[in-house]
């Protein structure tokens, strides 16, 4: 079966790091651009960034390049998301996505999660003290 699953998620405390995981299966991880997404309560879903299909590349969305850093590994088929410092306000559901292309959508498309195929279920990241 063709998926995505995130993981990694969980209560953590203001200033604290955290690393979510997502992993790649069914699929041909070295072809897929991937993305990270996420989705606080009473609010629309975000985009954070996206990393080419290589690993050479990445993009971010909005002003989150300092504290949301993105990596990839091929063996492992498995995306990363480095989030240093978390605050309250990045509590939230949040997704990986892969998109069926060597490169991440423009940044418009990006924001709103258009142009990525593979969807998964998310996981919760709750910051709180």
């Known amino acids: 079966q063709n998926q995505v699953m995130e993981s990694g998620g969980g209560l953590v405390q203001p200033g604290e790091s955290l690393t979510l995981s997502c992993t790649a299966s069914g699929l041909n991880f070295d072809e897929l651009s991937m993305g990270w997404f996420r989705q606080a309560p009473g609010k629309e879903r975000e985009g954070i960034g996206c990393?080419?299909?290589?690993?050479?590349?990445?993009e971010h969305a909005g002003s989150r390049r300092d504290r949301f850093a993105i990596s990839r590994d091929s063996a492992k088929k498995t995306l990363y998301l480095q989030i240093t410092g978390v605050q309250p306000e990045d509590t939230a559901m949040y997704y990986c996505a892969a998109a069926s292309s060597n490169y991440c959508p423009d940044l418009w498309s990006l924001g709103r999660g258009r142009g990525f195929n593979y969807w998964g279920q998310g996981t919760q990241v709750t910051v709180s003290s």
């Open positions: 990393i080419s299909a290589n690993g050479y590349r990445t």
